[in-house]
């Protein structure tokens, strides 16, 4: 069994700063992390190659730097893992990126002919939900969203059993290999990956593709060319700021440091009584 | 694992970076444990970099190591509470190339080393922790990780595992570090456009300024306060010895909020943005706090050594000058294919003691102490030293002849006259 895991590097959403000035994402100093939603999916294929053998191949587009992204994957467990990465993808959207990735997949197929493809959900910093989606129907592979865990895999008979999270409830579906599975957060938990998997990350020779070696040949179909999206204007909503306000109590103690907090409030706000009382009523 | 390397290096701080740098360098099979997600993640520092340690181990990191500004100048405050009196050493001598200090920021600096060593044939492990050091007798053959199948082997072990070592601790080759002999220093980043840093310190581009502060902001407690540029942000914090902080019951962030209200030091952060708030363990008990450095198969640098200078505010480029003793240590003894006995790694301690590196432990030995018997220096000295500078500028139809009669007045009011000459006595012993 070939299982492909499609993940990308994402700037680490809840430490992304928005410049003071040009109201722009300051990216730089930003840690980059795998997509947390691609996690899922990368537990879920590690756990089917545990119990029934195969090879994992990870993918990610992306600038050379999301190399980091693979080499991780590879830590927790993946055999190999492939960078597609090329100047001319830059500017892609969803239409474009499923495109070349697409390409890419099947390029891995027809070296070890692949079972099932796994994406994350969404991404944390696009938010689309569309790239996997946007694969499955490229490559006319069945796709199961939102899929919640794998009951069972029946290679002989190339079939697959799932519960999918659908709205009021669950779904269990069995479709045929090959397929394309986006996991539902919180499924699974990501291992912890062992001392010797991480001297492998440290050492794998990463295989890097360009647009050719990933099979494109159609440039129109990627990068700026290939994206009909066009983001128009980019902003920050404006946090609300409460300045913050530093009291002197004498004393330490949990009681008169009550007793000063609340004489301030009552100060501050004198409806608060009533306020109070309102709310009860 | 069956795989088995010349020396594992814990850690990836400058110690740790140049001693594994420098064996990787040399041809040696090298690993480098790190326990944050990358190097630097974990790392905290002022930070002030020394270019000659650095330079001594890569001499071309100024091609592309991130650094911020290099100095020009250098003030040196004493506060009051409202008011500071202080010394400005400013020369254009500090912009000629190569430059001597850099502010930098160690969580890109860690980085660009880290990557140096890599390039060097190191192989590091990030987001991994060392739980114990195997022992076969007194000997340390390996470490013993906290992943699966975690237990590797080397010929030495380098601990640079930081001012706590932990490590060390539990194999018993120092004992647990006491208050009095480690500052806690606390510190925050401020964005500002680089204009503004530029026209509000009176710098060019790529210049840069530091202040060390002393004095009242302390509150009694013997530590010093610093304020640094970068190149779009100001680093500004304290710190104090820890058993300070334990009797005064002030709390590090509540002396930090204190000093940033200071009237000179607020027009100076003003309209920044914080970008971080970062806490630390500095090991400021000099000479005579230090552990023993080597062993059978092992050896520690960096501030796990308690390598610190505070009175120069020296400690990354001990931290990588004693990784790189310690790295030559065991490249000759695997040229001379002797085994890493403590007796051979007794080298490591020579080179040290040859070298600036202990010749200035050694010298303020006795400064800890001095202080720490001695508010004086943090209370007393400042106020009067401010209240001197403000009867002398203050014009008021007094004649400059009284004024000096009751500024001398004031200080013997507040401090002996036996006490004045002790203290300057202690302090001309101490930096002899």
Excluded at chain 1, 175 to 183: A, D, F, K, N, R
């Amino acid at each position: 069994m070939h299982i492909v895991v499609c993940i990308k590097q994402v700037p680490d959403s809840a430490q992304i700063r928005v410049h003071p000035v040009t109201n722009t994402i300051m990216r730089q100093g930003v840690p980059a992390i795998v997509n947390p939603y691609d996690l899922f999916s990368l537990e879920e294929a590690l756990r089917l190659k545990d119990e029934y053998g195969g090879r994992v191949t990870v993918l990610s587009m992306g600038p050379p730097q999301a190399e980091a992204a693979l080499r991780k994957a590879i830590s927790f467990g993946a055999d190999d893992a492939i960078l597609v990465t090329d100047r001319a993808f830059a500017g892609s959207d969803t239409l474009a990126t499923s495109f070349a990735l697409a390409s890419a997949i099947q390029k891995i197929h027809e070296d070890m002919p692949v079972d099932i493809v796994f994406a994350g959900k969404q991404t944390i910093d696009g938010d689309t939900a569309q790239v996997g989606p946007g694969i499955a129907k490229r490559m006319d592979l069945q796709l199961l969203t939102y899929v919640s865990s794998i009951t069972d895999l029946d290679l002989e008979n190339r079939e697959i059993t799932l519960h999918r999270r659908a709205e009021g409830g669950v779904q269990v579906l069995k479709t045929s290999l090959p397929c394309l599975i986006t996991m539902l957060e919180g499924t699974n938990e990501m291992r912890f990956a062992t001392l010797p998997n991480m001297f492998r990350a440290a050492r794998y020779p990463l295989k890097q593709w360009d647009k050719d070696a990933a099979g494109i040949t159609d440039v129109s179909k990627i990068g700026l060319k290939g994206s009909p999206t066009i983001v128009s204007k980019v902003f920050a909503p404006q946090p609300k700021t409460i300045p913050a306000e530093i009291i002197d109590c004498e004393s330490k103690q949990p009681k008169d440091l009550a007793v000063t907090l609340l004489a301030k409030m009552f100060t501050k706000f004198p409806n608060l009584h009533e306020d109070i009382a309102k709310a009860n009523a | 694992m069956d795989e088995k390397f010349d020396a594992i290096v814990i850690g990836a701080g400058p110690s740790g970076n140049a001693a594994a740098y420098t064996m990787a360098k040399a041809g040696l099979k090298v690993l480098q444990i790190e326990r944050g997600e990358y190097p630097g993640s974990k790392n905290v520092q002022g930070a002030i970099l020394y270019s000659k340690a650095l330079e001594e181990i890569i001499p071309d990191f100024r091609e592309d190591a991130p650094l911020e500004r290099h100095l020009i100048e250098q003030q040196m405050w004493v506060l009051d509470d409202e008011s500071y009196i202080g010394t400005t050493y400013r020369s254009a001598e500090f912009n000629q190339e190569p430059y001597n200090r850099y502010t930098i920021i160690r969580a890109q600096f860690d980085k660009w080393f880290s990557k140096r060593v890599q390039e060097a044939g190191a192989l590091l492990v990030c987001e991994t922790t060392v739980t114990n050091l195997l022992m076969d007798g007194n000997r340390v053959i390996g470490v013993q990780t906290d992943r699966e199948n975690g237990a590797i082997y080397a010929d030495v072990v380098v601990l640079a595992d930081g001012v706590n070592s932990l490590l060390a601790k539990k194999a018993g080759f120092h004992a647990e570090l006491e208050p009095k002999d480690v500052a806690l220093a606390v510190k925050e980043i401020h964005f500002l456009p680089e204009e503004t840093i530029q026209s509000r310190f009176n710098i060019g581009e790529g210049e840069g300024v530091v202040i060390e502060m002393a004095g009242k902001i302390t509150q009694g407690m013997m530590g010093t306060g610093f304020l640094y540029t970068n190149k779009d942000s100001l680093t500004i914090g304290v710190g104090c010895m820890l058993s300070d902080f334990k009797q005064q019951k002030i709390t590090p962030y509540e002396l930090l909020e204190k000093m940033k209200a200071h009237p000179a030091i607020k027009p100076l952060l003003a309209g920044g943005e914080m970008k971080e708030y970062t806490a630390h363990l500095i090991p400021e008990g000099g000479y005579k706090a230090m552990p023993k450095l080597f062993g059978e198969g092992w050896m520690i640098v960096g501030d796990a050594g308690m390598f610190v200078n505070a009175v120069h505010r020296e400690g990354s480029n001990l931290a990588m000058t004693t990784g790189r003793y310690a790295a030559e240590a065991v490249i000759d003894l695997k040229e001379k294919k002797l085994p890493m006995t403590a007796a051979n790694l007794a080298r490591y301690q020579g080179r040290l003691e040859d070298s600036f590196v202990m010749k200035d432990m050694k010298k303020y030995k006795n400064m800890p102490e001095i202080f720490h018997k001695n508010n004086h220096f943090f209370t007393t000295y400042p106020e009067l030293l401010n209240r001197a500078a403000h009867t002398m500028l203050t014009v008021d139809g007094v004649d400059k002849k009284s004024k000096e009669r009751e500024i001398r007045k004031s200080f013997k009011q507040r401090r002996s006259l036996f006490g004045l000459m002790g203290d300057a006595f202690k302090m001309w012993r101490a930096f002899e």
